[in-house]
């Protein structure tokens, strides 16, 4: 399950509550294009924001959407009881895995972050993906970390952010963490404008924000990147530079959010406060960008 | 309320809940050593690991206990809409005033920052406490932000992070905020290792860690400060330096979670999962720097 795109798509939120029918649209949408799998409730969907109650209401929502394409569902909390609580709703929904990340708000040691894998990994009935975001967690991961993890049971995948610019220089990294982990665990690229250099260095997985809008387009680079066409892959990831560039000034979150509004995916406001959307300017850069990707639909 | 020595004791915790008796013993031990305010679940309290229902449960055992003490609870959350419902919780439970931290998972634009304050501080009926902590937050707000957020209704305090060493520049860390926020605003220093500095360098208060512990201890500090005597409340907090150095090397919550239960404030573990207490050799080295200071009951 952890190979190929996995997409990751918004959770319409606003002050009112999750927008339960755009929400499984989106879901339709994914399961139609083909994604190799559909990430709910990951970074891009929000899931700090939401209670247990509607974590659990949306994974089930999405899970009926995807009719049949594995949904894997993000069960970060700050505090361990939150996480198992909320792996076991996940799995209650029919979940096909979980995704982790080490949530903080007190800078957590190595052995306490280990130890949260520890005592989550051990009662589950599906795979986890190791989700290692330090622009979210604050949490560095080691590779030696990242190795005593994924010994533990039911560790299936390592979601990395993104991978160095250099071809070669992305390869070693992806091969030392290869060396460090079992041959069952996956790698997922992560930082989606490195996700063709991070396929191309051997990484098994697309963990895509723009796969969970635009999934037509991320299936291209991850097709050509994993049947072997590294050049291909990396040029058609280079046309999405405008987008890129979108990301890395204003965060994916914000930009993926304006982008799903303009196309009607959902209504707007989409994110939950204290988030905002982007100012107008910035709005009309999305639009824009998208406009000459023909980036319409 | 937001003068003097502020309190800021742990909530003790463990898998099983909050240890309601303990806690209460918490708070009357402060309210007779007269310490001028107490802060329920601040950092150190622990705030961020806790329910809805926890906290609301906690913040009136605390008022209770407090025995007409002013309470200030701590109101930190992700989502806006959760804020208010815990200002809202902290308000009827008798809180005093309350504490707002600018938690984050997606980095926050300083805009996003002030409309969080901007929406929680509309409907309070006691007064705020803005929490500057960038260690936990990952918010840096610059004095400029600080002057925005002071001018909204309700704000009463400013919890700054620790002062510079050099007690001239802390004058003018002090000074610079202080020009660009209201009269009626007071700044509060936090770092314990910078109390006695930040407070006679002009700040109105001191939150404080130890106080929640050893209250007679910081007592005698922020007294000898805010009387004039620079150099005492100086060499009293110089004295304490085993315990500021271990402070500094592991964060200030993991040594006051052993202390307490060293003196049998709490049981152990004290602390919510996946947070670990200290290891043996630094319980050891926190034990013997309360020995060395006489900080035995």
Redesign the interface.
């Known amino acids: 399950m952890f190979r190929g795109l996995s997409a990751f798509p918004l959770t319409p939120t606003d002050?009112q509550g999750i927008d339960a029918t755009a929400y499984a649209a989106l879901f339709a949408r994914l399961a139609a294009a083909g994604v190799d799998s559909i990430g709910a409730l990951g970074?891009t969907g929000g899931y700090?924001?939401l209670t247990r109650e509607q974590r659990a209401h949306a994974a089930k929502i999405a899970v009926e959407a995807a009719d049949g394409v594995p949904v894997i569902v993000g069960i970060g909390a700050?505090?361990?009881?939150h996480v198992r609580e909320l792996a076991e709703d996940a799995q209650q929904a029919g979940a096909s895995g979980v995704l982790l990340a080490?949530?903080t708000?007190?800078?957590?040691?190595e052995?306490?972050?280990f130890?949260?894998y520890e005592?989550v990994t051990r009662d589950l009935s599906v795979p986890l993906c190791v989700y290692d975001n330090p622009?979210?967690t604050?949490v560095h991961f080691t590779d030696e970390l990242h190795g005593r993890i994924a010994q533990l049971p039911n560790v299936g995948s390592i979601k990395i952010p993104g991978v160095p610019d250099d071809p070669r220089e992305a390869e070693l990294r992806v091969a030392g963490l290869r060396a460090l982990i079992p041959d069952t665990v996956t790698i997922g690229v992560s930082g989606d404008w490195t996700a063709a250099r991070g396929l191309n260095a051997g990484c098994d997985a697309w963990y895509s924000v723009i796969g969970g809008t635009f999934p037509l387009t991320a299936l291209a680079v991850t097709r050509a990147a994993r049947s072997g066409h590294a050049g291909p892959a990396v040029d058609l990831s280079e046309q999405l530079e405008p987008l890129w560039a979108l990301f890395r000034r204003h965060?994916s979150?914000r930009v993926i959010s304006a982008a799903a509004s303009h196309l009607g995916l959902t209504g707007e406001p989409n994110l939950?406060?204290?988030?905002?959307g982007l100012d107008g300017t910035a709005r009309q850069e999305v639009v824009a960008a998208l406009d000459t990707l023909g980036l319409t639909s």
């Open positions: 002050e970074s700090a924001y700050l505090r361990t009881s080490p949530m708000y007190q800078a957590l040691t052995d306490e972050v130890g949260l005592d622009g979210t604050h965060g979150l939950p406060l204290p988030l905002r």
